[in-house]
Structure formats: structure tokens, C-alpha cells
């Protein structure tokens, strides 16, 4: 785990450095420049600096105020905001804002504010192929090109003895309710088989390790369905995944 805790250090103590956050809202500003439900707040330039970051004052509910006063529609709405731009954010553009802590976001008139972009990520741009790549091989199920993208990121060692049918069975153990096209509510006791499954009951995991530029990546996953958790809302994960993963000029049929 040493990569990994290397990983965690250097992301976290950039959190502290102000003008890279800046510059991190003004990235996500402009990849969900046309977004109709989500609001990023604008930094006032003239009233930041290596340690003040100011942006234009946004308002709205809580997300547990929120929850307390939409209704179940409301609610699917603005969950599937949220999750759509994360993954969009991830698997179209290589980016990741991995601290979706409830805090962080608010709610006002249908749409989403989003706030904090401290703790943010970006692949290098072969990793981040990829990593796409082995996602859509996951997706049409297709163990054995899945499980060449699973050993070229990293994840475990040519030698491992790991079988496509195991390297796919424990990537999917993550995943609950992407490989099915319906409307699926994410409860915490499948959080809990979650964590579970990839540390005390993972058979792999001394031959399993966690790629670096995927530690962050693995965060995102486990925030966004603790989130989906709080939302209580059934979303298709399924078609989520898929139109972050294929671009609409490349949409194919995922079985």
C-alpha cells in the first residue's frame, strides 16, 4: 500500500494549495458549462490569492434539509445529476473531485451546487484510455479482454495466477447495479458487502492491489453510492455507466 498512501499524501496536501483549487473550479466550470442542473460557483478573481479562495455566494438547502422536503421525484433528480457528472467528469474527460462529502453540495430551485473541488484528480492520458477500456469491456462482459486491461493498469501481476472468471467476479462485487438495465436503490448493508469484498472478504487480496492514479478513482466509486445510499432514490446505473462511457457518437449496443 505504499503507492497508495503516497497517492493519498499528495492529493491531500494539495487540497491546501488555493490557486491550484481555483484553477480546478474554473476546469469543472467549463466541462459543465452547459449542464442544466448543476451550478459550480465562479471564483472572484480579484478577492483570491495563494490563501484566500473566494467564489460568487450560492444558496440553497442542505442536503439533508433537502431530503426532508423534496419528494421522491426531486430526489431521483438531483442524485442523478450528481452521479452523472461525477462519472461523466471520471470516464469522458479523465478528472476526479474526490470528496463528495454531503457538506458540499447544496440544492435550490431543481439544480445542484456543487462546491469544493480541493481534492481533485486527473489520469495521465494513457492510464485513463485504459481505464476506459477495461470499464466497457466490464460493461459488455467480456472477462478476457476486461481482465487484460485489469493486469495492464496495475491492479495485479501477469503471474498472479488470478483467471479472467476472478479478476472480473471481484470487479463486479464493487459494482452493484451496473450490469443491470433497471432502476436499483443502493442500500448500506450492499455498502458494507462493498467494503467487505474488497478488504476482509476479498480471496484475492494478497494478489490484488490498488493502482496509485486508481486510489482516488476507488474513493469516488464508494462516495457516490454512500451518496446514492442518503438520496434513497433508485437510479439505473446501468445507463448511467453507459452514456459516461461511450460518447454519443459512439454508442454501442452493451448486452
Not at 442524485?79 to 453540495?105: E, Q, V, W
Not at 462546491?115 to 477500456?133: E, I
Not at 451496473?178 to 455498502?191: F, G, H, I, N, S
Amino acid at each position: 500500500f505504499g503507492e497508495a498512501l503516497a497517492e493519498v499524501r499528495q492529493v491531500l496536501l494539495r487540497e491546501m494549495d488555493y490557486v491550484a483549487e481555483r484553477n480546478h473550479i474554473e476546469v469543472f466550470r467549463r466541462l459543465f458549462a452547459n449542464h442544466p442542473g448543476l451550478v459550480i460557483p465562479r471564483p472572484v478573481e480579484h478577492l483570491c490569492s495563494p490563501n484566500v479562495l473566494t467564489t460568487e455566494f450560492s444558496d440553497g438547502l442542505s442536503l439533508q434539509d433537502f431530503l426532508f422536503h423534496a419528494d421522491s421525484a426531486a430526489k431521483e433528480k438531483a442524485a442523478t445529476t450528481l452521479m452523472s457528472a461525477c462519472m461523466a467528469a471520471n470516464y469522458r474527460h479523465g478528472i476526479i473531485s474526490g470528496d463528495l462529502h454531503p457538506r458540499n453540495f447544496l440544492f435550490q430551485d431543481g439544480k445542484v451546487v456543487w462546491l469544493d473541488f480541493g481534492c481533485v484528480k486527473q489520469y495521465t492520458p494513457d492510464f485513463h484510455a485504459t481505464m476506459v477500456q477495461m470499464n466497457r469491456a466490464y460493461m459488455e462482459q467480456d472477462q478476457e479482454l476486461f481482465h487484460r486491461h485489469f493486469v495492464a493498469l496495475g491492479f495485479c501481476r501477469p503471474e498472479s495466477g488470478l483467471t479472467p472468471k476472478e479478476t472480473f467476479a471481484f470487479f463486479h462485487s464493487l459494482k452493484p447495479g451496473c450490469l443491470e438495465d433497471r432502476p436499483t436503490a443502493v442500500t448500506r448493508q450492499q455498502m458494507l458487502h462493498v467494503f467487505r469484498s474488497f478488504t476482509v472478504d476479498n480471496p484475492w487480496r494478497n494478489r490484488i492491489t490498488l493502482p496509485r492514479q486508481m486510489v482516488f478513482a476507488a474513493r469516488l466509486e464508494l462516495a457516490m453510492h454512500g451518496l446514492a445510499t442518503r438520496f434513497g432514490a433508485p437510479l439505473n446505473w446501468f445507463q448511467l455507466h453507459k452514456e459516461a462511457l461511450y460518447p454519443a457518437e459512439d454508442i454501442r449496443e452493451v448486452s
